[in-house]
């Protein structure tokens, strides 16, 4: 049974259709890159699965729960959505860490506040309060930021700072982890080192869609690829095939434009 | 000299009231007007915008006179001290102004704050409280420390309602031939707004430690 399945997923602004009747499925353990210039959708729709847009039409199935059904208002309650998001993580673009706690503190909010909701809390809450803060520095660790963690954002770089982000989203053990162009608000020099942290998932099997301008790292790290053009899903398959050698003439012709752009 | 330095005093004790009263009803004040100038309903909204415009659009001497006069006039209830009223129009003209601030600074905080809280699975609430708040005091600190500086000025104004705040008691001494007294109340003022400039300028620095 796969993790994630997305069926006829469609969503609108005013006017403009942004995505059209986008279906696909991801196994446990896949990395899946969404490819496509800027307006094709890819990032309305993976704000759509992390409820940060609501789509029009369509279903998201989780680990074979429906977690969100167009055509049934209950879907959209705020508590039910609030549940459902969690089996997503998020990682932005621009990172937005909040700038008033430390790094430590980014990666840990969340799960304290989470942890009040449990009902063994009152009776186990140091016990709890510090299993949440030994894993967020295991996390941070694993990011290569064990010597950051009191560090607030502005006192780190860009790359630190989206590793943050990362370490942030994986500290709630998100059954899909999303990425939204995660390098595209770096400088050159930094994105290498968060690549390389998400090359470290892949490796572990971290199940992770890859929205991404960066074509040879997708190629590298990707199970699957998915072009995206003017809100529909063009073209799919393994790397090899949609950026090695893509059977669509609008995938080629996007590639083309790619590398003739002086990329690589 | 004695008798007037004392009436002095006894003067600036009811500006300090004055301005500590507001402070204390229209801080508060303020962020509920904010609510209702963000809501999503749009009577409500544009209502309370209005509100807005009329406060900020008309001077606070004219307001005083309406507040006091008004509820005898139009309603046969006439307003049981000037101090009351006086509360009551900087009370509500401030509070008219910190909703603006506040509007800026909630307005100014960038959408994906928002979002990355939501994503972590906070309610509306916790974002506000935990992610938001903290942003948003720190971005309007520079802008209210201004407003209440010129709170401290503006209650001299009360004196129009008949409040013998200290540049009325000054006044007093004019009609005896005296002038200095008028104008040594400007000492008063700096005193107090050099000690205020103290106090704001080390919440400024206390939120020193990040950047928004």
């Known amino acids: 049974m796969p993790i994630l399945e997305v069926r006829n997923i469609s969503k609108r602004f005013g006017d403009t259709e942004v995505i059209r009747d986008i279906s696909f499925s991801l196994e446990k353990g896949e990395t899946l890159s969404i490819i496509g210039s800027s307006g094709s959708g890819k990032t309305t729709l993976l704000r759509c699965l992390n409820f940060l847009e609501t789509p029009d039409n369509g279903t998201i199935t989780v680990n074979g729960e429906v977690i969100f059904d167009a055509s049934d208002p209950a879907s959209r309650s705020e508590k039910g959505i609030r549940e459902k998001r969690l089996h997503f993580g998020m990682v932005f673009q621009s990172f937005n860490l909040f700038p008033q706690y430390t790094a430590l503190q980014n990666v840990t909010l969340a799960g304290l506040l989470l942890a009040k909701e449990r009902p063994d809390y009152r009776a186990r809450k140091n016990e709890i309060r510090e299993e949440i803060i030994n894993n967020a520095k295991a996390i941070l660790d694993s990011v290569g930021l064990s010597s950051k963690l009191d560090h607030y954002p502005h006192q780190l770089s860009g790359g630190q700072q989206q590793r943050v982000a990362i370490a942030r989203a994986l500290a709630l053990k998100p059954d899909i982890l999303c990425f939204d162009e995660p390098t595209s608000a770096l400088d050159p020099e930094l994105t290498g080192e968060v690549l390389r942290v998400i090359r470290e998932l892949a490796e572990r099997e971290t199940t992770m869609i890859i929205v991404t301008h960066e074509m040879s790292f997708a190629r590298q790290v990707s199970d699957n690829v998915m072009f995206m053009d003017d809100g529909v899903i063009v073209e799919y398959g393994p790397p090899e095939q949609v950026i090695g050698n893509p059977r669509e003439e609008r995938t080629k012709r996007f590639l083309e434009r790619y590398f003739e752009n002086g990329n690589s | ?212």
């Open chain 2, 1 to 212: 000299m004695n008798i007037y330095i004392s009436s002095l005093f006894e003067g600036f004790w009811l500006n300090i009231k004055l301005f500590v009263l507001t402070l204390a009803m229209a801080i508060p004040l303020g962020l509920v007007i904010t609510f209702g100038s963000m809501a999503k309903f749009r009577p409500l909204k544009w209502l309370v915008r209005t509100f807005v415009w009329i406060i900020r659009g008309t001077p606070l001497m004219l307001q005083l006179f309406v507040v006091l006069y008004a509820p005898g006039l139009l309603f046969g209830v006439p307003m049981k001290s000037r101090m009351t009223a006086a509360i009551v129009a900087f009370v509500v003209n401030y509070a008219a102004y910190f909703s603006e601030i506040y509007r800026g600074g909630i307005e100014s905080i960038p959408k994906g704050q928002y979002e990355a809280g939501a994503v972590l699975g906070m309610t509306r609430s916790q974002v506000f409280f935990k992610v938001i708040l903290l942003q948003v005091i720190k971005r309007i600190v520079p802008p209210m420390s201004n407003e209440i500086i010129t709170l401290t000025k503006d209650t001299a104004l009360a004196r129009v309602i008949g409040i013998a705040e200290i540049i009325m008691c000054a006044e007093r001494f004019t009609k005896q031939g005296l002038i200095w007294p008028l104008f040594s109340t400007g000492l008063f003022f700096l005193a107090f707004n050099g000690v205020l400039t103290i106090v704001l300028g080390w919440i400024e620095r206390r939120l020193d430690y990040f950047k928004v």
